[in-house]
């Protein structure tokens, strides 16, 4: 009966959705971390209505750029420079958040925020670049056809999309959610600059999964406390 599967036309199409359900499973949980890196950077504009329209402008552009990365994959992987400006630039993210000022209170780093929609869209598309190194790599070693690999791409953005929708949400929900988002950032950042100095030293994609799950149990570990406004009675006059 398998034989009779394997040899038959449908095969290649069977192999191929097979393939594409890999692919869109990869993409989304490859997305995660992503998609909290762009809420936190689509966050730094003060106006919601901004933020949504920061992701969705942001992300078309990450989409034609993600695209030409697929197209060239051959090519740039030769070149490990562009793996070390990824890695500079999700590090010099990182260290940028990390090394701000805190607020008030003293709890949270406040990121410097964006002065307009315009400066935020190229940060969200090569932030989404940076990550997408890493991730077409891996997209590119479960299958070699072009198609697939576009498609699950066109998932993976879509996705994405979805997701940052509603880490925007939670960052405000949870503490320790933004400081979750970039040491993730971080993290992707250290494997790419390990992959430039030797493949070898990078862990399996199991340890980096886990990792980032670790990483974001604490980041949902605390809601943020949300201090009801104190009403001032006013007394009356005492009546002789």
Do not use: C
């Amino acid at each position: 009966m398998l034989d009779q599967i394997l040899n038959s036309p449908y095969h290649a199409g069977i192999e191929a959705a097979f393939v594409l359900i890999i692919l869109s499973f990869l993409e989304a949980v490859l997305s995660a971390d992503n998609a909290i890196a762009l809420a936190a950077l689509a966050q730094r504009l003060e106006d919601p209505k901004l933020q949504n329209q920061a992701l969705n402008i942001g992300l078309v552009v990450a989409y034609v750029l993600r695209i030409s990365l697929i197209l060239t994959a051959t090519w740039v992987t030769k070149f490990w420079q562009f793996e070390l400006l990824g890695s500079a630039y999700l590090l010099w993210l990182a260290w940028q958040y990390f090394s701000s000022s805190k607020d008030a209170d003293g709890n949270e780093h406040q990121a410097p925020g964006f002065a307009s929609l315009w400066q935020a869209i190229p940060v969200i598309a090569f932030t989404d670049l940076a990550f997408s190194l890493d991730s077409v790599t891996t997209a590119i070693a479960v299958s070699q056809e072009t198609w697939l690999v576009l498609t699950g791409a066109t998932i993976g953005i879509i996705t994405l999309r979805f997701m940052a929708g509603l880490f925007i949400r939670w960052l405000d929900e949870f503490e320790h959610l933004e400081d979750a988002g970039y040491i993730t950032v971080a993290l992707v950042g250290l494997r790419l600059l390990l992959r430039v100095f030797d493949s070898a030293l990078i862990p399996p994609e199991w340890v980096m999964i886990s990792a980032i799950a670790l990483i974001f149990a604490w980041g949902f570990s605390k809601r943020t406390l949300t201090s009801s406004p104190t009403v001032e009675v006013e007394k009356d006059p005492v009546s002789k």
